[in-house]
């Protein structure tokens, strides 16, 4: 069985920041990308940003310059470093990866079960 569990959300006023950390474990043969997508009330999930085992890194437009993803491989960890925050980024924060588990040959994307970020004016 695999398992995301996020830390890091909270409320912050606007300008803030704030660190969201995403630890997967279990049976876990290897991990491929791995991202952050976050969900405001009324609105659909959307992507914020990801990053492949190699670094390479993808972000929403509405967070470049602001946001930054990083990752440890070797603690199966993601991170999303929230600076300049502004009451729009306001939602609950998911992480994601896509892993291949032990026993099996296929890759499946896990979510977390997500942290609240709330950001005041």
């Known amino acids: 069985q695999v398992q995301l569990v996020e830390s890091g959300g909270g409320l912050v006023q606007a300008g803030g920041s704030l660190r969201l950390s995403c630890a997967a474990s279990?049976?876990?043969?290897?991990?491929?990308?791995m991202g952050w997508y976050r969900q405001a009330p009324g609105k659909q999930r959307e992507l914020v940003a990801t990053?492949?085992?190699?670094?390479?890194?993808n972000y929403a437009d509405s967070v470049k310059g602001r946001f930054t993803v990083s990752r440890d491989n070797a603690k199966n960890t993601v991170y999303l470093q929230m600076n300049s925050l502004k009451p729009e980024d306001t939602a609950v924060y998911y992480c994601s990866a896509d892993i291949r588990s032990g026993g099996s040959y296929a890759t499946y994307r896990y979510w977390g079960r997500g942290t609240q970020v709330t950001v005041s004016s």
């Open positions: 279990g049976s876990i043969l290897s991990i491929n990308v």
């Open positions: 990053i492949t085992t190699g670094g390479s890194s």
